[in-house]
């Protein structure tokens, strides 16, 4: 056996075992879960759940408060009574999802070209010419004919419709050197088995909040939104480990 042979042979007993070790948690899973409604993920800091890393964007200079004498406003200040809207990390505000994306594209293209070209010789060169070939090869009149012919034809449309209304409430987990807020929301609901997951993070700036504390999503920079489910009606429409597996290994 061939040290070739004898590598592939590992790949497929490793993929195996992996699919095998994959194929038995899942299974353990579900089965401790025949029953039950799915459950809800513990209400905790957006900071301290896997994967978050503080925003760091370029800032510019701090400019430092500048208060004036005997005055009891404050250079900056957005109102002389107390802001109702969320400024502080810790402070709750209201997105307003609202995306309506449509694309439609047709493209056609067609490309079509002819070409052609005779080569002839008649009287005494002509005949003098075509005696010395064969007959069978070359015709007395025309000694060469050339043509060509060329079509392309191509076409391509696309037609996507997405659309999403619903609101969610964001903490603001960061403020920026320049003021701006850095929002993070999630939001659960269960209907039945069913669980739908909605998450909204971004940078806010202060002065798009409206004086009801809410902000259009469409003014959140560096938007990330995220709208799926999980429970028995998203397992079945997902591929099980195994054929992901293979599908993404396989050559053919």
Same mark, same amino acid.
């Given at each position: 056996?061939?040290?070739?042979?004898?590598?592939?042979?590992?790949?497929?007993?490793?993929?195996?075992?992996?699919?095998?070790?994959?194929?038995?948690?899942?299974?353990?899973?579900?089965?401790?879960?025949?029953?039950?409604?799915?459950?809800?993920?513990?209400?905790?800091?957006?900071?301290?759940?896997?994967?978050?890393?503080?925003?760091?964007?370029?800032?510019?200079?701090?400019?430092?408060?500048?208060?004036?004498?005997?005055?009891?406003?404050?250079?900056?200040?957005?109102?002389?009574?107390?802001?109702?809207?969320?400024?502080?990390?810790?402070?709750?505000?209201?997105?307003?999802?609202?995306?309506?994306?449509?694309?439609?594209?047709?493209?056609?293209?067609?490309?079509?070209?002819?070409?052609?070209? *005779?080569?002839?010789?008649?009287?005494?060169?002509?005949?003098?010419?075509?005696?010395?070939?064969?007959?069978?090869?070359?015709?007395?009149?025309?000694?060469?004919?050339?043509?060509?012919?060329?079509?392309?034809?191509?076409?391509?449309?696309?037609?996507?419709?997405?659309?999403?209304?619903?609101?969610?409430?964001?903490?603001?987990?960061?403020?920026?050197?320049?003021?701006?807020?850095?929002?993070?929301?999630?939001?659960?609901?269960?209907?039945?088995?069913?669980?739908?997951?909605?998450?909204?993070?971004?940078?806010?700036?202060?002065?798009?909040?409206?004086?009801?504390?809410?902000?259009?999503?469409? *003014?959140?920079?560096?938007?990330?939104?995220?709208?799926?489910?999980?429970?028995?009606?998203?397992?079945?429409?997902?591929?099980?480990?195994?054929?992901?597996?293979?599908?993404?290994?396989?050559?053919?």
């Amino acid at each position: 056996m061939t040290s070739s042979h004898h590598s592939r042979r590992m790949r497929v007993i490793v993929v195996a075992t992996l699919t095998a070790s994959l194929g038995a948690c899942a299974s353990a899973d579900q089965l401790s879960r025949i029953g039950q409604a799915p459950p809800l993920s513990p209400i905790t800091s957006p900071t301290s759940m896997p994967g978050y890393q503080p925003v760091s964007l370029p800032m510019p200079a701090p400019e430092p408060a500048v208060f004036n004498s005997n005055s009891l406003w404050r250079a900056g200040s957005r109102a002389f009574f107390k802001d109702q809207r969320a400024a502080r990390v810790g402070d709750i505000l209201t997105v307003e999802i609202l995306v309506t994306d449509r694309a439609v594209f047709d493209n056609k293209t067609a490309r079509s070209r002819t070409a052609g070209e *005779k080569l002839g010789a008649a009287g005494a060169a002509g005949n003098a010419i075509t005696g010395m070939l064969d007959e069978s090869i070359v015709d007395g009149a025309v000694l060469g004919d050339l043509s060509s012919n060329t079509t392309t034809a191509g076409a391509g449309s696309v037609n996507r419709k997405e659309e999403l209304r619903t609101r969610v409430a964001a903490v603001v987990t960061q403020v920026l050197p320049n003021g701006n807020l850095v929002i993070e929301g999630r939001q659960e609901i269960r209907v039945n088995y069913e669980v739908r997951d909605l998450i909204v993070a971004g940078v806010v700036r202060p002065e798009d909040i409206s004086a009801g504390n809410i902000i259009d999503s469409s *003014k959140i920079a560096e938007a990330r939104i995220s709208y799926g489910g999980r429970g028995q009606i998203s397992d079945v429409q997902q591929p099980r480990y195994g054929q992901q597996i293979l599908e993404a290994i396989l050559p053919f």
